[in-house]
């Protein structure tokens, strides 16, 4: 038996990946990276774009004051911008201070991450289309009694709405 | 799922020519915004630098996790842990997966698109999306800006929400996959 045939043996009974599997789980990697390049740069793009387009300052005029409007405009707000969660936290302190309610801050934070507009070409691609959209809308309407019940423990603990 | 993806073994749909496309929009967007609009396609091009290099990490450690998934995790593995049939343990642990990883969702679409096509759940991957909304290492942050009560509440109640919204993908896709 040669040496390469004793280690590949040694190889399979210790359970551990040879090099062959590592250089083959390697290659497969790269492949999978390499299709998703174009819809990263394309999403990277697109949310420069948004960034640009939509300044924080013109934010704090979309909020009429009720409750559920209010949460409905934090949650079609959060979904649309993306970033760094820090900024959404940033923004929403500025848009708090200048009076905007906790139930659209709260929608606001919460469809920051789960819901992405400039996001869905790329799910849609990777994980389908009916999937994309549907749990987009789902985390979107979910976001909703969660900025309520944030509200309403912050009102029990006795904070400002 | 393409002949070159069943090949590999890779993404969930083959994302090659629909990537471009998608790409190509986004481009010719930009050649439109950069003629009437220069500032903002300018300011637009600046961000999305910056994005992208905050992209570095999280990317290198999706490629990680897309080597070790390809090296160790073996479809029925994947479908055993985190299938449609993995109940509430999936989810959990899809939460869980969810809360502790870092960068952007479209970062970790090619390692989902994976889990997917090795039998992952549409409700335990929905589960993973929505879970990183909690960010262990922004909670100090959130309590600085919002104090302990929104940051307390906000967080369970997403972690409640995530694990709903897994269910219901469950449900609506699941029964017409």
């Known amino acids: 038996m040669s040496t390469q045939e004793g280690e590949a043996k040694q190889v399979a009974r210790s359970g551990m990946p040879g090099r062959g599997d590592v250089i083959r ?82 929608a606001f934070i919460v469809t920051w991450v789960t819901v992405g507009i400039a996001q869905l070409p790329a799910e849609a691609l990777t994980l389908g289309t009916r999937f994309a959209i549907l749990r987009n809308s789902l985390s979107f309407l979910i976001s909703i009694p969660i900025a309520l019940l944030t509200a309403l423990f912050m009102a029990l603990s006795g904070g400002a709405l | ?68 998934t390809n090296l160790f995790l073996k479809p029925q593995k994947i479908s055993s842990l985190v299938g449609s049939n993995s109940g509430l343990k999936g989810s959990l642990l899809s939460l869980l997966a969810g809360i502790l990883s870092v960068g952007p969702a479209y970062a970790w679409y090619p390692l989902l698109g994976t889990v997917r096509s090795h039998g992952g759940g549409a409700g335990q991957i929905a589960v993973f999306l929505y879970g990183r909304a909690i960010k262990p290492f922004l909670l100090p942050a959130m309590i600085a800006y919002f104090g302990w009560v929104f940051t307390l509440s906000i967080t369970g109640l997403v972690a409640v929400g995530a694990l709903v919204l897994g269910w219901l993908m469950a449900e609506l896709h699941g029964r017409h996959a």
């Not at chain 1, 174009?38 to 697109?46: A, D, E, K, T, Y």
């Open chain 2, 1 to 68: 799922m393409t002949k070159v993806d069943a090949k590999q073994g890779g993404a969930h749909r083959s994302t090659g020519r629909g990537g471009l496309i998608f790409l190509g929009t986004v481009v010719v967007a930009y050649a439109i915004i950069m003629v009437f609009f220069p500032a903002t396609g300018l300011q637009a091009l600046s961000l999305a630098a910056s994005t992208s290099l905050q992209l570095l990490v999280p990317l290198s450690l999706v490629f990680a996790a897309l080597l070790l």
């Open chain 1, 25 to 106: 789980a390697a290659r497969k990697a790269a492949f999978q990276f390499t299709n998703m390049l174009p819809i990263l740069c394309g999403v990277v793009l697109l949310i420069g774009l948004l960034r640009a387009a939509v300044p924080p300052s013109a934010l704090g005029t979309l909020f009429p004051g009720d409750p559920f409007l209010d949460s409905l405009a934090g949650a079609g707000l959060g979904s649309i911008l993306a970033g760094n969660p820090v900024n959404s936290y940033v923004i929403s302190a500025q848009l708090l201070a200048d009076g905007v309610s906790i139930f659209a801050i709260a």
